[in-house]
Nanobody, 125 residues
Framework: QVQLVESGGGLVQAGDSLRLSCAASGRTFSSRGMAWFRQAPGKEREFVAGISWSGGTTYADSVKGRFTISRDNAKNTVYLQMNSAKPEDTAVYYC???????????????????WGQGTQVTVSS
């Protein structure tokens, strides 16, 4: 079992930076791909960024060059550094852990079994 707790959300202005953190419990963290998804009101949950168990990363086109995902296996924590925030980044951000261990990085909701409670990010114009 993996439990995830996000933190770091809040209200920022367009162009500002914000860092989200996701603390994980369980002994398999370092063997799992981790990802950030987001969901805006009235929209489906969408992939934002992911990092594989081996450190490879991938990003949605909408955040490429602005967001950076990283992980610290010693702290069982994954981060999402958000720079140059835009109003369209406003959403609830969820941390997720892959249902399988030692797998290639995946970007679909159904690949992830463990989810945090979400943290609200609001970017004002």
């Amino acid at each position: 079992q993996v439990q995830l707790v996000e933190s770091g959300g809040g209200l920022v202005q367009a162009g500002d930076s914000l860092r989200l953190s996701c603390a994980a419990s369980g002994r398999t963290f370092s063997s799992r791909g981790m990802a950030w998804f987001r969901q805006a009101p009235g929209k489906e949950r969408e992939f934002v960024a992911g990092i594989s168990w081996s450190g490879g990363t991938t990003y949605a086109d909408s955040v490429k060059g602005r967001f950076t995902i990283s992980r610290d296996n010693a702290k069982n924590t994954v981060y999402l550094q958000m720079n140059s925030a835009k109003p369209e980044d406003t959403a609830v951000y969820y941390c997720a852990a892959d249902r399988s261990v030692v797998r290639g990085l995946r970007t679909t909701v159904d690949a992830y079994e463990y989810w945090g409670q979400g943290t609200q990010v609001t970017v004002s114009s």
